[in-house]
């Protein structure tokens, strides 16, 4: 399939965790594929909502927005008044909607809100799918039909499975990844499956969904991948902070051992994960006080915002272990979503955007590949754009993003980045940024301005085996310590990772609306990793930056003297009125949903790796080895 997109930048935009009236959401698939691609112009997109038992119909809308006209949508028609009713999918059977006909729902029957529902992987195969398609080619935008699994042992990831849905000819279908979602999702409780000539087609499904059990289906979710589709999958744990520490008897979080399993049982299809979306909730991320580390930082989780967290244990170890981002598109909160305010979440590409390499061909494949890669980095609020370059080099030998450069004892490694800093993004308001409005810094919140760029790194160790002690305890953690519970950690327990260097307009160059940064790290004698990170924001702003310039709390916590010292106040007369008053009792606003999220705005940049040449291969070198030679043998 032809697709289109832009030829003259070095990245594309997605999205692949969002959510339609297929199972929690409150638009169509439909709706939020125009939205998405569109209207906010995303170049790339994966469907995925959650798996299970689905009652409601989603060719259509939830009551109060209406059905779609057409097949235009918010891209081209105008939207339909509602007709107030909610469409379940057994009240549809035999019809034809939108060109797709449901003629008998499938597998176990099962009921929920008094409707008899429709198990996930048949809905991915006869609803979604064929939308998705129709959509690909209205837009001739990659466009692929995922899932968000509800994970055993653990709360949710991110999937996808290419196989069939792209055939070179002939028509496509979307039965790997429905049959993914049946085997492996513990919310689904179908015992039958699809079917061929009455015998059952998917054989094999594990029953056992909570805990530790639950936690080796998962793996064995990844081992599935990893033998049948090791190039055109992928997992990615989402929001892994959100629930907690992982609990052995329940399906909460996720703590570093689960994701060292994944790694090892598929290092071609588990190689990262992804963050919070929901930057508008009042929880910022939707995280509260019950999450590892009782909220977000930043918008992130504290794994990837905290320096020397999980993150930095991964990637100390040398895997192949990336950062991505996510809208988790739901709906607007309060707002309905044809409005620009909201108080949960943000359309896909409208806030947040995942940047992977563009291609001469871009194509469903070239999604996975370029995840797979590393070569990737996500943005908020449009505070960087997608001309960008960060490499790492030797004399005339470069590597970028996900990549590995080999030198020699005693080399100097020259690092360079260049930034193009857009200036303006999709906020509907022009009113002053809040929080830089405590330092004196005038700047509207449509026109963000990058202050500064941190680099981090971190001395690469070596894998820890699964029968070290030390396989549930990151990299480099303190002497003496024999458990982990960064929950109550104040500050990270391993050293795996420093700030190393920070650039800003002292000492990077401006070059019109580009910033240039270029460095040196001399007399390399050990392996490491470099990541970057860049802000709106300076260093020391109140509740919002530390010292150091690392994010602070986005949640306030306390009793109301407490949390009142941890506000900051939205003084602006164009200060939205939906958002909260101040915890003191004055009546005065406070920054908080889409106001915080268009205030505080990060980018991250997955990490250049650097190994001596007279050290072995890195993980994260094997696992981009053995998939180079994956594809060499299949074609």
């Known amino acids: 399939m032809s697709t289109k997109t832009p030829t003259q930048v070095p990245y594309v935009a997605g999205d692949f965790h969002n959510h339609t009236t297929c199972m929690d959401g409150s638009v169509s698939v439909q709706w939020l594929l125009d939205k998405s691609v569109g209207t906010w112009g995303l170049d790339w997109f994966v469907h995925a909502n959650h798996g299970g038992l689905a009652v409601r119909d989603c060719r259509f809308n939830d009551p109060d927005i209406g059905d779609l006209p057409g097949s235009g949508g918010p891209a081209g028609s105008p939207r339909a008044s509602g007709d107030g009713k909610t469409h379940y999918l057994d009240q549809s059977i035999g019809q034809s909607i939108r060109g797709i006909t449901i003629n008998k729902i499938k597998g176990d029957a099962a009921t929920s809100s008094g409707h008899q529902g429709m198990w996930r992987w ?37 999937t996808a499975v290419l196989a069939g849905q792209f055939p070179a000819s002939g028509t496509g279908n979307a039965n790997a990844m429905a049959q993914y ?3 492996f999702d513990r919310s689904d409780s179908d015992t039958q499956g699809d079917t061929v000539n009455g015998v059952q087609a998917w054989p094999g499904k594990i029953t056992t969904n909570s805990g530790t059990a639950g936690h080796g289906k998962t793996v064995a979710g990844v081992a599935w991948m990893q033998a049948n589709y090791p190039l055109g999958a992928y997992m990615s744990p989402t929001h892994v902070e959100r629930q907690g520490m992982f609990n052995p008897n329940g399906s909460n979080g996720y703590n570093i051992e689960h994701f060292r399993d994944l790694n090892n049982a598929g290092p071609t299809v588990a190689f990262g994960f992804d963050g919070p979306g929901h930057q508008a909730e009042s929880s910022r991320g939707s995280y509260g006080s019950g999450a590892v580390g009782n909220g977000t930082f930043g918008g992130r989780g504290i794994y990837v915002a905290q320096i020397g967290n999980v993150w930095d244990a991964m990637l100390a170890e040398g895997r192949n272990w990336f950062y991505f981002g996510s809208s988790d598109y739901h709906s607007r909160g309060i707002f309905g979503p044809t409005d620009r305010y909201s108080t949960a979440d943000f359309y896909p590409g409208e806030y947040e955007r995942n940047y992977i390499p563009n291609t001469s061909s871009f194509r469903a494949q070239s999604v996975v590949d370029g995840l797979r ?48 800093v857009p200036g303006k993004n999709n906020s509907p308001y022009t009113f002053n940024n809040p929080i830089l409005a405590q330092v004196g810094i005038q700047q509207p919140l449509n026109a963000p301005v990058l202050d500064h760029v941190d680099f981090i790194k971190g001395n690469i160790t070596g894998l820890v085996a699964p029968t070290d002690p030390a396989y549930t305890l990151p990299v480099n953690a303190a002497p003496g310590t024999t458990s982990w519970n960064p929950q109550k950690a104040p500050t990270p327990i391993s050293t795996a990772a420093a700030l190393y260097k920070t650039f800003d307009k002292t000492n990077w160059q401006s070059v019109g609306t580009r910033r240039v940064i270029t460095f040196t790290i001399p007399n390399v004698q050990q392996a490491f990793f470099l990541r970057a990170r860049g802000t709106n924001l300076p260093q020391g702003v109140p509740n919002a930056t530390d010292s150091q310039g690392n994010p602070m709390a986005d949640n306030r916590s306390g009793t109301n003297a407490e949390k009142a010292t941890q506000e900051i106040i939205c003084a602006d007369a164009a200060c939205p009125a939906h958002l909260p008053t101040s915890a003191s009792g004055s009546g005065q606003k406070v920054v908080d949903n889409d106001v915080r999220g268009w205030s505080s705005l990060w980018f991250y940049a997955n990490p250049i790796f650097v190994r001596l040449a007279t050290q072995p291969k890195l993980p994260v070198e094997v696992a981009a080895d053995l998939a180079k030679s994956l594809a060499t043998a299949s074609k």
């Open 122 to 158: 048949q809905q991915i195969q006869e609803i979604d799918y064929p939308i998705i398609i129709e959509r690909s080619k209205y837009y001739r935008k990659v466009i692929i039909n995922g899932l968000e699994q509800n994970v055993p042992g653990h709360e949710h990831a991110d």
């Open 181 to 183: 979602e049946f085997l």
């Open 373 to 420: 890669s590393g070569n990737s980095f996500n943005v908020f609020g449009d505070l960087i754009g997608p001309d960008f370059t960060y490499r790492a080099c030797v004399g005339s030998v470069c590597k970028t993003m996900g990549e590995t450069l080999v030198v020699n004892p005693g080399d100097t490694v020259k690092v360079e980045m260049r930034v193009l």
